[in-house]
Nanobody, 127 residues
Framework: QVQLVESGGGTVQAGGSLRLSCAASGRTFSSYRMGWFRQTPGKEREFVAAISWWSGADSSYADSVKGRFTISRDNAKNTGYLQMNSLNAEDTAVYYC???????????????????WGQGTQVTVSS
C-alpha cells in the first residue's frame, strides 16, 4: 500500500511557475513509477507526465506540456515533483499524482494503469 499526498498547488499568473510535490508513504517509493495527471470539470483525467522507478532514467510528457514541465523524483525523500513553467490558462486543473509498481512501458499514459492516487491539488492560472 502506498499513500500519496500532493502539495504546491495555488493560483499563479499566466507565464508564471509552480512546483508540485507528491509525498509518498508506505512501501518503498523507489520501486514505483510515478505519474502526474490533471482533470477539469466535465472532462476525463488527462496524462501530464510520468517517470520510471528507481533512478527515474525514463520520462514521458504530454505534447501540451513538453518543454514547459519537468517531472523528477527524490527517492531519499520519498517525494516526486512536477516543475511547471510558462503556465497558461489551459493548465488550470486539479493535478493528481499516481504511482504503480509495473514497468514504465505498461500504459504509462493511462489512468487505469496506476494503482495508487493522491487526493489532488488545484492549480489555477489567471490571465
Amino acid at each position: 500500500q502506498v499513500q500519496l499526498v500532493e502539495s504546491g498547488g495555488g493560483t499563479v499568473q499566466a507565464g508564471g511557475s509552480l512546483r508540485l510535490s507528491c509525498a509518498a508513504s508506505g512501501r518503498t517509493f523507489s520501486s514505483y513509477r510515478m505519474g502526474w495527471f490533471r482533470q477539469t470539470p466535465g472532462k476525463e483525467r488527462e496524462f501530464v507526465a510520468a517517470i520510471s522507478w528507481w533512478s527515474g532514467a525514463d520520462s514521458s510528457y504530454a505534447d501540451s506540456v513538453k518543454g514547459r514541465f519537468t517531472i523528477s523524483r527524490d527517492n531519499a525523500k520519498n517525494t516526486g515533483y512536477l516543475q511547471m513553467n510558462s503556465l497558461n490558462a489551459e493548465d488550470t486543473a486539479v493535478y493528481y499524482c499516481a504511482a504503480d509498481p509495473t514497468p514504465f512501458d505498461h500504459g504509462v499514459e493511462y489512468p487505469n494503469y496506476y494503482r495508487y492516487w493522491g487526493q489532488g491539488t488545484q492549480v489555477t492560472v489567471s490571465s
